[in-house]
């Protein structure tokens, strides 16, 4: 074939920097992805990613995960939807308000110009925003639906102020959720997490427990099985009994949660949190040796973690009370010790110890000498009706046979974990585990001495921080009426200007500084009163914001339930796994209060989410403290913002870390410039017919068109782009060698790859679709439906391997048989020459795909 002329004149050589000054003010006059254009009746697509902390410039990580949003929001459009694809800061917050305090600035100032930045970073970007829904949670415009969103709550008794023990940062001086406690540590600084005493804002997540949990049935396939694993095992749902015991001197039993009512009679001690109330209750009157040893020891545990206090490695440590407990069911006096391995908030802050059959209370009653009673046979079989353990007929104790061996954990020092009989056990000997469950709990409330319950690991919600950079707290604190909620009205309570504040954390609010404003009338009395001085944490900003962007720019409302009606639930939510506890289950409890008070229709906040891994380098994360670091504005002034997105698109599956290191920008910027010049080499006219053109380029153009939708869907972005690349090959090869520039094929292919292109690469397609004869935005262009003729195969490539390793590729009929895809593969010089003189052994035939020759070892 000829080779055909194309054109080398500098205007045709690819330019990212003049692509990018060229299209984006073009977008920015059009605004093609407003989502409330009047009259606009397609079927609707909410699409959203996790908005960012303006804690600087975007990083890499910002440009993966809003990338991957913008492949999908770009997507939907292309198939036909009115897609919602808004952009916020959540820019309340800990980062802030301590860089301020460093640099000595207000930190509004620091967080708007990070905004700022970021802004500029992400319109150079590229993705397709609704700017016009633009929102920051530091705004009081915001902010006042936060405090109406807490008032809702209080009204409904959802948020309610108690004392408790809680996680307390020594360096940030603030207070932190169960869930911002990672290893012990504050999430934010890193620091090692105590326990404080403290008055705090809390919402009854609890109530919603089973919700919470049984809900995530609705979300299975459309979530990452990880994501509902760590959200199923946060909640933490057991079943078992509280047990009523009677405390000798004590008027009122203690009731203790037991999963395991079954071994009730091998309960020889009581065990209670030491910063419980109720071991403070209990050595309120104990002999002063006693009192010391317990404060002693309330400091000791106080000073650990709950990590810490939980690990079963840690050595057993106690303070015996000096107070017994009676046992529900036999009458014996038992033993009451506090110790750290039991923490305050499980159950009801004591635990029933049962040595024989807990290794955390074995090691406990071995370091203090207790007794171990076994109560369930585990060499007992537990299958069958009728119990197979001969007990004694005088005493009614099981008798064991004499070739078993004996059941002595406080020998062996290893607790009997496993199912089996009840022995020991009095009128419930022989009954297997599961059914002396029953009838145990039977027995328990047929007394009134107990009952079947369930427990759960969540705890509720505790949004209060001493902090300046947040939400007021919408409560007004008055010496005659209380707790009185800020009339709707009067919201939003505005933060004072931070001069003349001192902001450096001292364990109280800032705020509390800020008189004039902290002091205000009562607005039930009219009497003196002050302003509650505590914040709000920010994931309370985030739980509710998907609802705010459908109307953002609304004085009057948190949000119209009618557009609620239009576009919510969001329907694909992008961002990291690090939120599969806390803001996803945040959310999820507000949505469904929301529900409950008939504010919207649905219970589960996101459909579908999808999670991105990390962008790493070199195998690590990457830190600016390390010198290991790839700086996101770099990227883009080097390669363009085109070619750090098909990078990230092309580097594999999105859930996967992307290595930096093992990756190339400048490959991807080849690669652009490559389809980017087929555009300029194209010769034929936009009215062309395609089906005269040549029908192997035209077969690989709709089998790409008809692949992509179900590829990218199922979120393989990366077999896209490397289907694209081979698309473009293909069609250099066409102009070059083939048919050439004027074949119909050729215009068809090219315009499939600016289509196409454009989910990864906008400024690239939009380019070469103005090239191509039309006018702009390409992301206005539908998805091309393939022609079902082109998509029947007229041949197959079959690989044919030798000990799987690929030896020959056999072009043959998509319809060819097994027996005979072989012969052709036998006669294969190059299989012949591979096998040489060894014997097959066996044949993997896979017609018409695969043949594998496996020799004989």
């Not at 604190?477 to 009205?489: L, N, Q, R, S």
């Not at 070619?643 to 992307?658: Q, S």
């Not at 080499?681 to 017919?689: G, I, Q, T």
């Not at 490397?722 to 250099?732: D, G, K, Y």
Request: hydrophobic content about 40%.
């Amino acid at each position: 074939m000829p080779q055909h002329e194309t054109t080398d004149a500098p205007e045709s050589r690819y330019d990212f920097a003049a692509i990018q000054a060229k299209w984006l003010p073009v977008w920015e006059e059009l605004q093609p992805f407003r989502a409330d254009v009047p009259g606009d009746t397609r079927p609707r697509k909410y699409v959203l990613d996790m908005f960012p902390y303006p804690s600087g410039d975007l990083h890499m990580g910002h440009a993966e995960a809003f990338g991957f949003g913008d492949i999908v929001s770009r997507y939907w459009r292309q198939q036909g939807f009115n897609v919602l694809h808004p952009i916020g800061w959540d820019s309340f917050g800990l980062p802030a308000e301590n860089a301020a305090i460093k640099r000595g600035i207000d930190p509004r100032g620091w967080t708007y110009d990070n905004i700022a930045q970021q802004k500029r970073s992400f319109r150079l970007y590229g993705p397709s925003f609704d700017w016009s829904r633009e929102l920051h949670t530091s705004d009081p415009e915001y902010y006042k639906w936060n405090q109406w969103l807490f008032l809702k709550l209080y009204e409904k008794g959802l948020a309610y102020r108690k004392d408790g023990n809680v996680n307390w940062c020594p360096n940030d001086q603030t207070v932190l959720a169960n869930e911002q406690v990672i290893d012990g540590h504050c999430e934010r600084c890193g620091f090692l997490v105590e326990k404080k005493k403290l008055t705090q804002w809390y919402f009854r997540v609890t109530d919603y427990a089973d919700r919470l949990l049984d809900d995530l049935n609705q979300l299975e396939g459309a979530w990452p099985t990880r994501v509902l694993t760590m959200q199923r095992n946060w909640i933490g749902r057991s079943v078992g009994a509280d047990v009523r015991f009677s405390i000798e001197g004590r008027d009122e039993p203690i009731s203790v949660y037991t999963t395991r009512p079954d071994t009730l009679y091998g309960v020889t001690f009581m065990v209670v949190a030491p910063d419980s109330d109720l071991a403070a209750e209990l050595v309120a009157d104990a002999p002063a040796g006693v009192r010391e040893r317990f404060d002693d020891y309330l400091k000791q545990t106080q000073a650990s973690t709950d990590i810490e206090r939980l690990s079963a490695d840690r050595e057993k440590t106690g303070v015996f009370l000096e107070r017994y407990a009676i046992h529900p069911l036999s009458g014996e006096r038992l033993p009451i010790w506090a110790a750290d391995y039991v923490l305050a908030e499980y159950g009801h802050g004591a635990v029933m110890a049962v040595p024989a059959h807990d290794q955390r209370d074995l090691d406990f009653a071995r370091t203090f000498d207790l007794p171990v009673t076994v109560v369930v046979d585990t060499n007992a079989p537990v299958t069958g009706t009728i119990p197979v353990i001969p007990t004694d007929p005088e005493t009614g104790e099981a008798v064991l046979p004499e070739d078993l061996p004996p059941l002595d954990p406080a020998s062996t020092g290893i607790a009997l974990a496993g199912d089996g009989r009840l022995i020991n056990s009095g009128p419930f000997n022989g009954l297997s585990k599961n059914n002396a469950i029953h009838r145990v709990i039977t027995a328990l409330e047929s007394a009134g001495i107990g009952n079947a319950a369930r427990n759960f690991r969540l705890r509720d919600w505790l949004i209060s921080r001493q902090r300046y950079w947040g939400t007021p707290i919408p409560i007004i604190h008055c010496p005659g009426c209380g707790e009185v909620p800020v009339p709707e009205d009067q919201l939003p309570v505005r933060l004072p200007d931070a001069e003349g504040l001192d902001l450096k954390p001292k364990g109280t609010s800032p705020l509390g500084a800020a008189t004039e404003w902290a002091t205000v009338a009562c607005p039930k009395c009219g009497g003196t009163a002050t302003r509650d001085s505590d914040t709000m944490d920010t994931f309370v900003d985030s739980s509710w914001y998907y609802l705010r962007y459908l109307s953002a720019n609304d004085d009057t409302q948190a949000f119209d339930r009618a557009e609620a009606e239009k576009w919510a639930p969001v329907d694909q939510y992008v961002g990291g796994v690090e939120h599969a506890i806390l803001h996803l289950l945040y959310s999820r409890f507000i949505t469904k209060v929301l529900f409950d008070l008939d504010y919207v229709s649905f219970t589960e906040p996101f459909t579908s989410l999808l999670n991105q891994g990390q962008v790493i380098l070199n195998g690590s994360a990457m830190s600016k403290s390390k010198g290991n670091l790839v700086e996101f504005a770099d990227e883009l002034r080097q390669h363009g913002a085109d070619a750090l997105r098909v990078t990230l698109a092309f580097a594999g599956p999105p859930e996967d870390d992307i290595d930096w290191a093992d990756v190339s920008a400048a490959g991807s910027a080849k690669f652009l410039a490559r389809a980017w010049r087929l555009a300029q080499d194209v010769r034929s006219s936009p009215d062309v017919r395609w089906r005269d053109g040549d029908v192997a380029l035209r077969r690989q153009t709709h089998r790409l068109l008809a692949d992509a939708p179900s590829l990218v869907e199922a979120f393989k972005f990366n077999v896209v782009v490397a289907r694209l690349m081979e698309l473009v090959n293909s069609t250099r090869k066409a102009i070059d060698s083939g048919p050439g520039p004027q074949d119909p094929a050729v215009r068809e292919a090219v315009e499939t790859i600016a289509l196409i292109l454009n989910l990864f690469a906008p400024y690239t397609a939009e380019d070469m679709w103005e090239t191509l004869g039309y006018e702009p935005t390409i992301a206005a262009a539908q998805w091309r439906k393939p022609d079902p003729s082109l998509l029947v195969e007229e041949s197959v490539t079959a690989i044919v391997q030798v000990d799987g390793k690929v030896r020959d590729r056999l072009e043959v009929s998509p319809r060819i048989a097994g027996e005979e895809l072989e012969s052709l593969a036998r006669v294969s010089e190059s299989v012949r020459r591979a096998l040489g003189d060894r014997d097959v052994a066996t044949v993997v035939v896979r017609a018409p795909r695969l043949v594998n020759f496996v020799t004989a070892k």
